[in-house]
């Protein structure tokens, strides 16, 4: 699916389904500001534990600071789902301002009847 938004950057999503895992990626376009910020995220996640960064992203939500609560979700993702997440950066040729950011995610579907009431 692609979405086109009225500021010209696109959104596109994919979605996969099989037996033993869901596999989604979204890409959309972010200013170079944005897209720093991000890799410094990710910098910061590939160096070190999901569970100590979630810990210290949620501390920043409760403590007012919002510019890294849009991460805590994908700690989450790692740390209660076991998914397995890549990263790519994109620097757009036309617009040397911008660039397109790829998050994929990998999670393992869990057999539930296989799983204590």
Known sequence: M???LNGGSRIAIHLELTRERIAVSASNGVNAGQAEHYKAFVERLVA???SDLL???QECSAGGDDS???CVGLLTMITDYGAKLGW???VNSEESEMATVT???VLPIIDVSEVPA
Do not use: E, I, N, V
């Open 2 to 4: 692609r979405l086109d």
């Open 48 to 50: 070190g534990d999901a």
């Open 55 to 57: 810990l210290k992203q």
């Open 68 to 70: 890294t609560a849009s």
């Open 88 to 90: 790519r950066f994109d």
């Open 103 to 105: 998050t994929s995610a």
